[in-house]
């Protein structure tokens, strides 16, 4: 590095040393010199040979020269896309202080006057479902937003907000006339108080100006990139945009203007495969809709049961002879072969009464179990290869299953050979789609960093930790959804294999016998086992209820009494009886049950908004080992509602998640996993891939 400064002569002291001179200059400036590393210098022939000792160990160390890392401001904080579903997942990054010792110097003097540049790529499926959702976003540790934010409305405008000297921040506004399926390259750079916005398609292969769009704020902006965090994406105060993340590439100590920022769309066989699916099932979702209303408007013709009007007969015969108008070219219906004879095929009756995106849906899943059955059927992987076009119908429709099919074959060669491209865009698409297997595939792959994706445990974790909160969810919405609890069955485990049954098995008829004798538990386990779907039997939840009341009610059992009163708190299979279902708790409280000591705690916060009494039940059923107690004190520790502690303690929320998380608290390790991920906590390390694993 090369420095050069200049002093005061009356104010300069030769005593006082070159660095404090150097930081008493008027002026001064750096320059990082590429220098040549001695193994690449030219030779020089010298005309003395070396020690035989000494060019034994040249030759052992020529090629392991210790080098000084190397830094630049330059960072690239997305280098593989990300499939953004519209939720708050995004990929967190987080900036540490600089090495070099002038680079940090310049970043610390630009805290009130910063100059830096960030250049996304996006590529938009749909506007925000709510009022606003994010690009990029800045969280500081004590979770407040600053500089910068750059965000999304859902009529299309973009947002740049900053946090000023004053403390108030500000924002403006700008429209930029995005478009749905292209990809954008959005330029936001940041001089002292101007902000510059540059959006830059790509059309035809290569980039193109859109617009610029430039604004002055009224006075200096705060910025310390080294504070807090950074969101690419959603996270937990917004939610993000549905799409496409291309590569992200963030300059901390530069304002750079369009043309001299280095961001090429990249990899490009990734980004424009993914364009070109989405490109060929627009027209696909077209064709569906239309093609059911002309068939549902001449089913009357070919309908042998339906009496055709007086009024309809007279218009057939004198009226004007209606003329086929064809709404598909030819080349269309070429080009769409195998979607057109489904729709000559298959039962198209089931689909009525349905909105345009229903019904797509719906054709979607019914082409997808087609080919499942297919598949499934004796020799049914020799078919592989013809049933990828029903697949790609599938995926096209909405149903993104089949996505995830489409993934699994072309990356592991089933029946087609290996097709990593394909691979790669099938499972951004399931991932994008919220198909559970296509998400955790992606956290995998790049947790892994196999089969080409990079290792990354930031962007592993997006994917990860919206699979988890689904299955949180999952577990309060029984009867809207079809997911059911995992089981762990181990193949040498003969017992737990033979009680996989279903409900024409022996076991399952001996369990309903046993149960309708009255034992206790036989009707736990068969109200168990309908209410969740478990050991091989369907989901029944009004069976299940029925089993829950009856052992609860007649048995007087504490275990069946709680799992009663949750049935009732939440309406799951009969109707909401809060009374019943409270008088069904304390009886279980009573008998000691530490699960209903806890479901007390909970009601007396959620129905009667009583913290007090609510900490005493907690507190009590914690001091008996209760992971949900103990997740529910964190929560409350979250929110600034433990009495006497009004405001929110993160800290005391940790230690109550960590220890809830090491019970094995699904919701406690989720809650765990981000402060590992954002590192977001006095004197605690982030570690992106303790959160993942």
Same mark, same amino acid.
Request: with cysteine; net charge positive.
């Given at each position: 590095?090369?420095?050069?400064? /200049?002093?005061?002569?009356?104010? $300069?002291?030769?005593?006082?040393?070159?660095?404090?001179?150097?930081?008493?200059?008027?002026?001064?400036?750096?320059?990082?010199?590429?220098?040549?590393?001695?193994?690449?210098?030219?030779?020089?022939?010298?005309?003395?040979?070396?020690?035989?000792?000494?060019?034994?160990?040249?030759?052992?160390?020529?090629?392991?020269?210790?080098?000084?890392?190397?830094?630049?401001?330059?960072?690239?904080?997305?280098?593989?896309?990300?499939?953004?579903?519209?939720?708050?997942?995004?990929?967190?990054?987080?900036?540490?202080?600089?090495?070099?010792?002038?680079?940090?110097?310049?970043? /610390?003097?630009?805290?009130?006057?910063?100059?830096?540049?960030?250049?996304?790529?996006?590529?938009?499926?749909?506007?925000?479902?709510?009022?606003?959702?994010?690009?990029?976003h800045h969280v500081d540790n004590n979770n407040l937003f600053k500089t910068p934010l750059l965000l999304l409305t859902d009529k299309g405008e973009i947002v740049i907000q900053v946090?000023?000297?004053?403390?108030?921040?500000?924002?403006?506004?700008?429209?930029?006339?995005?478009?749905?399926?292209?990809?954008?390259?959005?330029?936001?750079?940041?001089?002292?108080?101007?902000?510059?916005?540059?959006?830059?398609?790509?059309?035809t292969m290569k980039e193109t100006v859109e617009n610029k769009h430039s604004y002055v704020f009224g006075e200096n902006i705060l910025y310390n990139d080294t504070s807090g965090y950074?969101?690419?994406?959603?996270?937990?105060?917004?939610?993000?945009?549905?799409?496409?993340?291309? @590569?992200?590439? %963030?300059?901390?100590?530069?304002?750079?203007?369009?043309?001299?920022?280095?961001?090429?769309?990249?990899?490009?066989?990734?980004?424009?495969?993914?364009?070109?699916?989405?490109?060929?099932?627009?027209?696909?979702?077209?064709?569906?809709?239309?093609?059911?209303?002309?068939?549902?408007?001449?089913?009357?013709?070919?309908?042998?049961?339906?009496?055709?009007? $007086?009024?309809?007969?007279?218009?057939?015969?004198?009226?004007?002879?209606?003329?086929?108008?064809?709404?598909?070219?030819?080349?269309?219906?070429?080009?769409?072969?195998?979607?057109?004879?489904?729709?000559?095929?298959?039962?198209?009756?089931?689909?009525?009464?349905?909105?345009?995106?229903?019904?797509?849906?719906?054709?979607?899943?019914?082409?997808?179990?087609?080919?499942?059955?297919?598949?499934?059927?004796?020799?049914?992987?020799?078919?592989?290869?013809?049933?990828? @076009?029903?697949?790609?119908?599938?995926?096209?429709?909405?149903?993104?299953?089949?996505?995830?099919?489409?993934?699994?074959?072309?990356?592991?060669?089933?029946?087609?050979?290996?097709?990593?491209?394909?691979?790669?865009?099938?499972?951004? /698409?399931?991932?994008?789609?919220?198909?559970?297997?296509?998400?955790?595939?992606?956290?995998?792959?790049?947790?892994?960093?196999?089969?080409?994706?990079?290792?990354?445990?930031?962007?592993?974790?997006? $994917?990860?930790?919206?699979?988890?909160?689904?299955?949180?969810?999952?577990?309060?919405?029984?009867?809207?959804?079809?997911?059911?609890?995992?089981?762990?069955?181990?193949?040498?485990?003969?017992?737990?294999?033979?009680?996989?049954?279903?409900?024409?098995?022996?076991?399952?008829?001996?369990?309903?016998?046993?149960?309708?004798?009255?034992?206790?538990?036989?009707?736990?386990?068969?109200?168990?086992?309908?209410?969740?779907?478990?050991?091989?039997?369907?989901?029944?939840?009004?069976?299940?209820?029925?089993? %829950?009341?009856?052992?609860?009610?007649?048995?007087?059992?504490?275990?069946?009494?709680?799992?009663?009163?949750?049935?009732?708190?939440?309406?799951?299979?009969?109707?909401?009886?809060?009374?019943?279902?409270?008088?069904?708790?304390?009886?279980?409280?009573?008998?000691?049950?530490?699960?209903?000591?806890?479901?007390?705690?909970?009601?007396?916060?959620?129905?009667?908004?009583?913290?007090?009494?609510?900490?005493?039940?907690?507190?009590?059923?914690?001091?008996?080992?209760?992971?949900?107690?103990?997740?529910?004190?964190?929560?409350?520790?979250?929110?600034?509602? $433990?009495?006497?502690?009004?405001?929110?303690?993160?800290?005391?929320?940790?230690?109550?998640?960590?220890?809830?998380?090491?019970?094995?608290?699904v919701d406690a390790i989720v809650e765990t996993s981000q402060y590992y991920c954002t590192g977001n906590l006095d004197n605690f390390t982030r570690n992106p891939e303790t959160a993942?694993?």
């Amino acid at each position: 590095m090369l420095r050069a400064w /200049i002093v005061h002569i009356q104010g $300069y002291n030769e005593s006082s040393g070159i660095a404090q001179s150097y930081h008493q200059a008027v002026a001064k400036a750096f320059q990082v010199l590429n220098a040549i590393l001695p193994i690449q210098r030219p030779l020089k022939n010298h005309r003395k040979c070396l020690r035989w000792d000494v060019e034994q160990t040249w030759q052992f160390t020529k090629n392991k020269i210790p080098q000084c890392p190397r830094e630049s401001d330059t960072v690239d904080m997305l280098r593989f896309p990300h499939a953004s579903t519209g939720e708050r997942f995004g990929v967190i990054r987080k900036f540490d202080c600089f090495i070099n010792k002038n680079f940090e110097s310049t970043r /610390i003097q630009r805290v009130c006057d910063p100059r830096f540049t960030f250049s996304v790529w996006i590529y938009l499926l749909n506007w925000c479902t709510s009022r606003i959702c994010a690009i990029v976003h800045h969280v500081d540790n004590n979770n407040l937003f600053k500089t910068p934010l750059l965000l999304l409305t859902d009529k299309g405008e973009i947002v740049i907000q900053v946090h000023l000297e004053s403390g108030q921040d500000s924002a403006f506004k700008s429209f930029t006339g995005l478009s749905l399926r292209m990809w954008y390259r959005l330029d936001m750079s940041l001089d002292g108080r101007k902000v510059m916005l540059s959006v830059i398609s790509w059309k035809t292969m290569k980039e193109t100006v859109e617009n610029k769009h430039s604004y002055v704020f009224g006075e200096n902006i705060l910025y310390n990139d080294t504070s807090g965090y950074f969101v690419i994406g959603g996270g937990r105060y917004f939610q993000s945009i549905q799409g496409f993340f291309g @590569p992200v590439k %963030y300059y901390r100590l530069k304002a750079k203007l369009e043309n001299s920022v280095v961001n090429p769309l990249f990899p490009p066989s990734i980004l424009q495969e993914l364009d070109h699916k989405y490109q060929n099932c627009e027209s696909i979702k077209e064709i569906i809709p239309v093609f059911l209303k002309i068939y549902e408007s001449n089913r009357f013709v070919t309908d042998k049961s339906t009496c055709e009007s $007086y009024i309809s007969y007279l218009n057939n015969k004198f009226g004007r002879r209606p003329v086929c108008d064809q709404p598909w070219s030819w080349e269309m219906q070429i080009k769409h072969l195998t979607l057109f004879s489904l729709l000559q095929t298959m039962e198209l009756d089931l689909f009525f009464g349905s909105s345009d995106m229903d019904v797509t849906l719906q054709f979607g899943r019914q082409v997808f179990e087609m080919v499942s059955e297919s598949l499934s059927s004796h020799g049914g992987l020799g078919f592989v290869r013809s049933m990828i @076009p029903y697949l790609q119908i599938s995926s096209c429709c909405g149903y993104h299953r089949a996505s995830y099919f489409l993934a699994v074959i072309h990356e592991a060669g089933l029946g087609v050979p290996v097709d990593s491209l394909q691979g790669y865009v099938y499972s951004l /698409i399931g991932a994008q789609g919220d198909e559970r297997l296509s998400l955790l595939h992606l956290g995998y792959v790049h947790m892994q960093g196999i089969d080409g994706y990079p290792r990354d445990y930031d962007l592993s974790y997006s $994917y990860y930790v919206n699979l988890a909160k689904q299955t949180c969810v999952d577990r309060w919405k029984v009867e809207e959804t079809e997911q059911c609890t995992t089981e762990h069955i181990h193949l040498t485990d003969e017992l737990a294999l033979k009680s996989q049954t279903n409900e024409k098995h022996d076991i399952y008829y001996y369990l309903n016998y046993q149960a309708q004798r009255g034992d206790v538990e036989a009707q736990r386990t068969l109200a168990r086992m309908l209410f969740w779907g478990q050991q091989g039997v369907s989901k029944n939840i009004e069976a299940a209820a029925k089993w %829950y009341a009856q052992s609860a009610l007649q048995m007087k059992d504490a275990q069946a009494m709680y799992d009663f009163s949750i049935v009732l708190f939440k309406g799951h299979g009969v109707k909401k009886n809060i009374s019943l279902a409270l008088q069904m708790m304390k009886q279980a409280a009573s008998k000691g049950l530490v699960k209903a000591i806890n479901g007390l705690g909970w009601y007396y916060s959620t129905y009667k908004a009583d913290m007090k009494t609510a900490v005493k039940y907690f507190e009590k059923a914690a001091q008996n080992g209760s992971r949900d107690a103990i997740y529910n004190l964190g929560i409350l520790h979250l929110n600034g509602q $433990y009495p006497g502690k009004p405001t929110k303690n993160e800290s005391a929320a940790f230690q109550h998640f960590y220890k809830a998380s090491l019970l094995g608290h699904v919701d406690a390790i989720v809650e765990t996993s981000q402060y590992y991920c954002t590192g977001n906590l006095d004197n605690f390390t982030r570690n992106p891939e303790t959160a993942v694993l």
